[in-house]
């Protein structure tokens, strides 16, 4: 949620800052401004009328104690409590469409990224040489096959389209992957979570994704009462609101945790031709890295995440390229996005498999995250960043495509290996 404060004080700045990021607001931050008045014009009226209700009540036993008539107070009471019940009503329905004007403004980009959409992309760096063959290299699924790793087949039949079923030596290899990430992390001082795979409404809301992609969600109804839980879109969905509505001392921070969760997508996207497979799928585990900071901390915790990922990506032997994201397309909660891009050679480009953003503030104002200031007493909102350490759905078919050897056997790249007991080549069936 953006400041109210920087809205009125800046509001051109604040339009202009949305159209970079190809949103059109005008219109919602000029009735926000509206709205804003009028519920201070609102709640002042309100805080008057209940004023001056307390010093006329302490005039009725003064007047009885005289003898004096006390209908002209009750008659003045009666038309004050008349006057609260009105205000409070409209004071509520202003602040209901004044809350959901306000969630509805996606973060403002920072100042130094590039306005509009993926075209604007800067690549910034390169790490390694494209892969090249010596033979007509395999598609993913074919290896996967042919190797007994995935039943693509039979994994659709179990839930439908856009899901898949690890099998035998598959298995032991996405879980190596997740075990070298684990490791990685650990080793970085990283504190390992594993939230729950259900959430509530508000931790959607918190992480920015709610209200405005809420249809994108597995929801499930419970039975028993009107709570509407959804399968996690990402950890980051639950990470953001672990310390929400809390206040952390200022030597808590950082915070540093990373969550795996199986993630659960409804709109994976559309299907191309070139991305059948596992590239794109309605679930798919991913270990997830995540930062709580002091906000002069967050540019620091920004690029060291950057580097994680860049280097959980080195270590699989892999050549990839880090983008700095146009303000158009980083995602609606965050201020700034770099990716990290790796070749799959039969999409004939690069896919992003890590994506490392910092939100600001803008995730903590909407859960009321803070942390106190041990210099001054007082609190500030932390700033929240998140990054993909790493996702496997493109991962484990890069690995396979880009490790192949000319008889359909997959290389396994070394740093997994100790994960499934030292074996180095995975042959076909």
């Given amino acids: 949620m953006l400041d109210i404060k920087r809205i009125r004080e800046t509001p051109e700045e604040v339009k202009a800052g949305l159209r970079a990021k190809e949103m059109d607001c005008d219109a919602t931050v000029d009735r926000i401004l509206e709205l804003d008045t009028l519920r201070r014009q609102l ?28 209908a002209p107070i009750f008659a003045e009471m009666a038309k004050l409590k008349g006057e609260i019940a009105e205000s409070s009503n409209k004071l509520a329905e202003v602040e209901k469409e004044y809350r959901e004007k306000m969630l509805s403004l996606p973060n403002l980009p920072d100042p130094d990224l590039k306005p509009g959409g993926k075209e604007n992309n800067e690549p910034l760096r390169y790490y390694g040489e494209p892969h090249k063959f010596d033979f007509p290299p395999k598609h993913h ?71 405005k992609f809420a ?108 983008v700095k994201l146009a303000a158009g397309d980083c995602s609606a909660s965050m201020a700034r996005t770099y990716d990290i891009e790796i070749q799959i050679p039969s999409m004939n480009g690069y896919k992003e498999v890590s994506s490392v953003s910092n939100a600001r ?18 609190t500030e909102l932390v700033h929240t960043l998140n990054g993909s350490g790493l996702a496997t759905s493109r991962i484990f078919p890069a690995m396979v495509e880009q490790n192949q050897l000319s008889d359909g056997s997959v290389v396994v790249p070394e740093v997994l290996r100790k994960y499934l007991g030292g074996i180095e080549v995975i042959h076909p069936l």
């Fill in 43 to 70: 709640i002042s009226q309100t805080e008057e009328a209940k004023s001056r209700q307390n010093k006329v009540s302490k005039e009725i036993p003064k007047r009885k104690k005289k003898g004096e008539d006390t």
């Fill in 141 to 211: 699924v074919d290896l996967c096959n042919a190797l007994g790793l995935i039943d693509y087949e039979r994994g659709t039949k179990l839930a439908g389209s856009g899901f898949w079923m690890y099998t035998g030596m598959g298995s032991r290899l996405e879980w190596a992957l997740l075990n070298y990430f684990i490791d990685c992390h650990l080793a970085d001082g990283y504190e390992f979570i594993l939230p729950p795979h259900m959430l509530e409404y508000q931790c959607g809301e918190t992480a920015g994704q709610f209200p």
């Fill in 215 to 322: 249809d994108e969600v597995y929801k499930i109804a419970n039975p028993t009462d009107d709570r509407v839980h959804y399968m996690l879109p990402t950890a980051e969905a639950a990470l953001a609101s672990v310390y929400r509505d809390e206040i952390l001392p200022e030597s808590a921070l950082p915070k540093k945790f990373f969550a795996y969760t199986p993630c659960f997508r409804r709109e994976a996207g559309s299907h191309r031709a070139d991305e059948r497979g596992m590239v794109r799928g309605h679930q798919f585990n991913k270990v997830e890295m995540f930062q709580f900071t002091r906000p002069e901390d967050s540019d620091a915790a920004f690029d060291e995440l950057v580097a994680k990922a860049e280097n959980l990506v080195k270590g699989l032997g892999f050549h990839f390229r880090t």
């Fill in 361 to 378: 503030d803008y995730q903590a104002r909407r859960g009321n995250i803070r942390f106190r200031r041990e210099a001054t007493g007082k």
